[in-house]
């Protein structure tokens, strides 16, 4: 069974005094049976846009052809739109990243603002998935913020993030079942949860996620302890951020 983490993180983070190293995510990984990641910067890179660490993202992938995809997560609101844009094409089209991440908290974004609708036009443009930061940081980062984006385009993959972090799961699960093209990720969420949006949604909507490279275990025990079955888990831990994010496992 193929193990994709769809949600992890390297570099230093300034908003939640966080850090990842290379050496520590890819030791992680080969200790727990992950087999790929998606690896975004923190929020709270710095400097901002966080060049330095979209290079270290795109070096570790040359390094483990296969094993390390790329997002791109670039706050909006430190430089010109041309600027930001500009960054996340690099990111995209020169280092082959999957996807781009608004993450309302750390970056202060309001989905429906005209930076967070900048957001998800781009990556429609560049046919690369949006995952949106939800639940931690209420009422920018309520699941339901996603919706105008998700009408607007309705065939671009949004993943919500951490599906609600608990407070709001319900609410992540109801938009995701109201919207072809909306997914879960659930890193953080209960394992009763997880199963529930599974039952809900399918497990081809619901993907796993860990969200900081010490976290993998805590993030496997749970889903595997809360009764899923062989099908759920192999779409959950891997099959559906593989199809969402066009990743051949």
């Known amino acids: 069974m193929k193990i994709l983490d769809a949600h992890t993180h390297l570099g230093s983070c300034r908003v939640f005094d966080l850090n990842a190293t290379e050496e520590d995510l890819i030791k992680n990984m080969d200790e727990k049976g992950v087999d790929a990641a998606i690896v975004q910067p923190f929020p709270g890179a710095y400097p901002q846009p966080p060049v330095d660490v979209h290079n270290r993202i795109a070096r570790l992938g040359k390094k483990h052809p296969g094993r390390i995809f790329g997002m ?30 608004l993450h309302t908290i750390g970056h202060a974004i309001l989905p429906a603002s005209t930076d967070g609708m900048m957001i998800f036009e781009t990556a429609n443009e560049l046919g690369v998935p949006v995952m949106v930061h939800t639940g931690l940081g209420i009422p920018p980062a309520l699941p ?106």
């Open 144 to 249: 339901g913020m996603v919706i105008p984006a998700a009408k607007k385009y309705p065939n671009l993959p949004i993943i919500l993030s951490h599906c609600g972090f608990n407070i709001a799961t319900g609410e992540a699960v109801h938009v995701a079942s109201l919207f072809k093209n909306v997914y879960v990720e659930c890193s953080w969420v209960i394992g009763a949860d997880i199963l529930w949006a599974m039952k809900e949604l399918g497990p081809e909507k619901v993907m796993f996620g860990t969200d900081f490279t010490s976290n993998i275990e805590t993030e496997l025990v749970k889903i595997k302890e809360a009764g899923a079955t062989l099908e759920q888990l192999e779409w959950y831990l891997g099959k559906t951020a593989a199809k969402v994010f066009k990743i051949k496992l």
């Open 72 to 101: 791109a997560s670039v706050n909006p609101h430190v430089m010109s739109r041309e600027a930001w844009r500009q960054e996340v094409e690099r990111c995209i089209k020169d280092l082959g990243f999957v996807g781009v991440k």
